[in-house]
């Protein structure tokens, strides 16, 4: 359902944008999220946006990131700015229901903040 792109190597103070392609029938209805995986470590939700394009962030990224979809497209997107090592995981975006993804998972983009 998700193709996940935009990820990669950048340092610390860098910013990235990632993309996510769906083909989700429902999409233009769906809440939709950013989640997030580090090593040895849950995945948990970074950013939500819900169907009239009202995004909801975690604290930790706040003021750094910004969702944001295209209906048209069935994509959304992940502006991250301001990058720390604490950043550093792979990637997946999901249909969002209670902070958790709604269908299987894509392959995800990895994310890594280093010197």
């Known amino acids: 359902h998700f193709v996940e792109s935009g990820g990669g190597l950048v340092q610390p103070g860098g910013s990235l944008r990632l993309s996510c392609a769906t083909s989700?029938?429902?999409?233009?209805?769906?809440?939709m999220g950013w989640f997030r995986q580090a090593p040895g470590k849950q995945r948990e939700l970074v950013a939500g946006?819900?169907?009239?394009?009202?995004?909801n962030y975690v604290d930790f990224v706040k003021g750094r990131f910004t969702i944001s979809r295209d209906n048209a497209k069935r994509m959304i997107y992940l502006q991250m700015n301001g990058l720390t090592v604490e950043d550093t995981a792979v990637y997946y975006c999901?249909?969002?229901?209670?902070?958790?993804?709604?269908?299987?998972w894509g392959q995800g983009t990895q994310v890594t903040v280093s010197w």
């Open positions: 999901n249909r969002l229901i209670s902070e958790k993804g709604g269908f299987p």
């Open positions: 989700l029938n429902g999409f233009s209805i769906y809440d």
């Open positions: 946006i819900n169907m009239n394009r009202k995004p």
